[in-house]
């Protein structure tokens, strides 16, 4: 099996893909770097490490492989695209879970980037316990919160360690607002990409859908019983995914 980078959504980190690398068969590699202000990178106070380019550095220097199988999670799904479509060469296969190509339209961007510095400054100034109460209230988070007790607490405690400046600083420079769209240059794209969402996330379900309509190598997995963090609450039906 080829080397496999994978890239964790906003709050996450590198350890978030554990589950999956426990399912993968002797021999395989994967590597999980922490994105800037999250994990061991999350007291970074310099705006340059925040950059789109320093993500795509950061991607770089974990891809170590001629080619690689590149995953990437929300948030990492976002910035994998990026990479592969800057690196077509380097990508044996994408896997995206639960992300997007960003936002079409200028005004869809401004207004999002608008939400994103709001619930920004609402990280900063009332923590990151409040911010959790409102961000785990989403709908598709809910099927992770059911997990059992002793899969779900590494996850809470990993994102109870975040700082809120990170959070903060992530979210105002790589948030779905600020990164340009990326589907217009869906076609170009010429490796396999495989879509995987949860059945209980309906939005990343209807827009992994439309994406499809755009790649010319696009397979979409809807995996059962799952919400938007599949990587966490299935680890093993998308090790299967992987292996196939």
Known sequence: MNEVVALHGFTGQGADFDPLRAFLPPGSTLSSPDLPGHGSKRLLKDLSAYSLPAHLAAISEAATAPQITLLGYSMGGRLALHWAIAHPERVRRLILVGASPGLATPEDRNERRLGDATLAEFIRTRGLEAFFKYWHNQTFFQPMLRLPKERLDPILARRAQNNPEGLALSLE????????????????????????????????????????????????????????????????????????
């Open 173 to 244: 420079n790589v948030g779905t607002g600020t990164l340009p769209s990326l589907w217009h240059r869906l076609k170009e794209i010429r490796f396999p990409v495989d879509l995987v969402t949860g059945e209980h996330d309906a939005k990343f379900t209807r827009i992994a859908h439309e994406m499809g309509a755009h790649l010319p190598k696009a397979r979409h997995s809807l995996i059962e019983g799952a919400g938007h963090a599949v990587h966490l609450e299935k680890p093993a039906d998308l090790a299967m995914l992987l292996m196939a």
